[in-house]
């Protein structure tokens, strides 16, 4: 078990999340970094379907209550174990009555913690991720106590640790297709969309990033259709919203772009005033 | 919408044995796999190519559910608006809002929030222009050309008519939400005591909904 000493800013249980439920206007949900995720699970030999706590940009104060192994990845919040810092992208053994405390952001925004097996958090329509009127909680709580497994490793001492890409957190390119309403744009537009330089504004979150720039339309709205995260919404005033994780399933906003699933994971390291670019992959 | 539905359960045959995803909406189709793919564009005329091509129209199996609600003025926050703008007894326009079967086109928006067709024309009223922000769960409205059911608390900008005692969305059952698209729905009207009762059945799990089968 793990208690929670601290929540930090916005922390949550999160894993691959619940597609298969999309039919009933259920969230997609699951962590919005999943190249880091995978990475801090994969590192302890987890499956990459495990479980593992999201922190967004101020970690969270943690107490160990059985012996484990952990793994972090994704935006570096300078964690230390009792005090001492302690390296990320690398296992790390904790023993009951450790303290595991996390600071501000320095690189990223997202970090993922993992442990050996998997935080074992009540499973709801096949996921345990926690999400807004689907999970009873949104966010984790002050005391509350999140089950893992025990385990006592064999050997410790591991000191091998994987090299992380940087231009995951450096990269302001995000690779987009044409989404289903993208020649319903002009030339022009078209122009502006795909060769100007965004930045994000600071209604970002785990539903959806807007952007700060206006892209003037006078595209009609659509019939409500199915949306998904890395959608690309365009409203009638020229806001553009790129669905994230949680977004709801339908929309009626023309979808004018449709992220790859990797540029996903690097909006998600990205917050308020960052810059990106969208970089179309051409139809062959 | 049978268009839909029928091309979906085709590609669920044509995808029953791999990791994806089929999700339906008023005119569109969207398709999640769990795996990447190579070459999108191939993938998308494929499946082009399969439309064009005749697909089996099963015969599939729909529901019709019998939904409880109740329009006492407790619960009715813009029935008396949307009686004297329609120029029509309150009466009438629950027996209108009864008489139609209604078709679920797809769930979306919310977990559990049903897309109805079907709303009779004398019943069509614009979205209010500022939204509600704590509109109990459960509550029936009608917005624009479309009535439905709001699964919980939350905020809402259509004309409230009643209220459902009956839980859309249980997220902790394996199939969280009775309806499917394709299934049909028809309310009928309940007491304020009725209502309670149901909502207390519910509670404790042993409401069960009147349905039956249709062939479409």
């Known amino acids: 078990m793990i208690k929670v000493l601290k929540t930090g800013l916005y922390s949550s249980i999160q894993d691959l999340g619940r597609p298969e439920f999309q039919i009933y206007g259920v969230p997609v949900s699951g962590v919005m970094d999943a190249y880091s995720a995978k990475m801090a699970n994969i590192l302890l030999g987890n499956n990459a379907t495990d479980a593992v706590l999201e922190m967004t940009m101020t970690g969270a104060v943690l107490q160990f209550k059985a012996n484990t192994l952990l793994s972090i990845s994704g935006a570096n919040l300078n964690p230390k174990l009792n005090d001492s810092a302690i390296r990320m992208h690398t296992v790390i053994s904790a023993n009951t009555d450790d303290i595991l405390t996390f600071g501000q952001t320095t690189k990223g925004l997202r970090s993922y913690l993992a442990v050996a097996g998997g935080f074992q958090t009540k499973v709801i329509m096949g996921s345990r991720s926690m999400c807004r009127s689907v999970t009873a909680q949104t966010t984790l709580k002050l005391n509350d106590e999140l089950k893992i497994v025990e385990y006592n490793p064999y050997e410790t001492g591991k000191n091998a640790s994987v090299k992380f890409n940087n231009d995951h957190f450096e990269s302001s390119r995000i690779d987009v297709f044409e989404g289903p309403e993208f020649d319903a744009l002009n030339h022009d537009q078209k122009e502006k969309l795909l060769n100007s330089e965004f930045s994000i504004s600071k209604e970002n979150n785990r539903m959806a990033y807007q952007l700060e720039q206006v892209l003037e339309n006078k595209l009609e709205p659509i019939i409500t259709s199915s949306v998904l995260p890395g959608t690309v919404q365009l409203t009638p005033s020229g806001k553009l919203i790129i669905l994230m994780r949680d977004a709801q399933t339908t929309g009626g906003y023309p979808r004018i772009l449709q992220l790859k699933e990797t540029a996903l994971n690097v909006l998600s390291q990205k917050y308020t005033g960052d810059n990106l670019k969208f970089n179309l992959i051409p139809y062959q | ?216």
């Open chain 2, 1 to 216: 919408m049978n268009d839909v539905l029928n091309f979906k359960k085709a590609l669920q045959n044509k995808y029953a044995k791999q990791k994806v995803y089929i999700n339906s909406a008023y005119c569109s189709i969207l398709i999640s796999y769990d795996t990447t793919i190579n070459n999108i564009y191939d993938r998308i005329s494929d499946i082009k190519r399969q439309y064009s091509k005749e697909f089996g129209h099963d015969k599939s199996t729909y529901n019709l559910w019998r939904i409880p609600v109740c329009y006492d003025d407790y619960f009715a926050l813009d029935l008396d608006e949307l009686s004297e703008v329609k120029k029509c007894d309150k009466s009438e326009i629950i027996r209108r809002h009864c008489e139609a079967v209604y078709t679920v086109y797809f769930i979306g928006f919310l977990p559990g929030f049903l897309y109805l067709g079907g709303l009779h024309k004398n019943l069509h009223m614009p979205r209010k222009a500022k939204p509600r922000l704590n509109l109990l769960g459960g509550a029936v409205g009608i917005g624009g050309q479309q009535t439905g059911i709001y699964p919980h608390d939350g905020p809402g900008g259509w004309n409230i008519i009643g209220n459902s005692p009956v839980d859309l969305f249980k997220a902790d059952q394996d199939k969280p939400c009775f309806a499917k698209a394709g299934d049909r729905v028809q309310f009928y009207k309940v007491t304020l005591e009725e209502h309670q009762k149901i909502k207390a059945l519910e509670a404790t799990g042993f409401y069960k909904l009147e349905s039956e089968v249709i062939d479409d």
